[in-house]
């Protein structure tokens, strides 16, 4: 048993500094009770996926765009309350918001 295993028997109830930046960085925005709606349209015959539904801060909506934006290389915007994803990738990000902690809800074709 190493110095780490034996402060966990002796003071179970704490958190070591390791365990606390690792929950930080999980809740960077602020998560939801409803569902964040995944559309799907074409705009002048290009693909593009659509995230709407967030009641949070704008901030963290922005940045949340820019997470996805960054995970799957792919470029969008951040317009009138909604993130525009270039591309059909709803499933990649759905999968990635629930990763996250949110809830999704698919919409469209």
């Known amino acids: ?15 070591s500094s390791e365990e606390e930046k690792i929950t930080e960085k ?11 709606i995944c559309k799907y349209e074409k705009r002048k015959g290009k693909p593009i996926t659509i995230l709407e539904g967030y009641n949070g801060a704008e901030q963290d909506f922005k940045k949340l765009a820019q997470d996805l934006k960054k995970k799957l290389s792919v470029g969008g915007s951040f317009k009138n309350g909604s993130i525009i994803i270039q591309g ?6 759905m999968t990635l918001l629930q ?8 919409v469209g074709g």
């Open 1 to 15: 048993m190493d110095l780490k295993d034996q402060l966990k028997n002796l003071f179970p109830e704490h958190i």
């Open 26 to 36: 999980k809740r960077e925005v602020w998560l939801q009770e409803e569902p964040i």
């Open 88 to 93: 059909d990738y709803r499933d990649k990000i």
């Open 99 to 106: 990763e996250m902690g949110f809830k999704t809800k698919r």
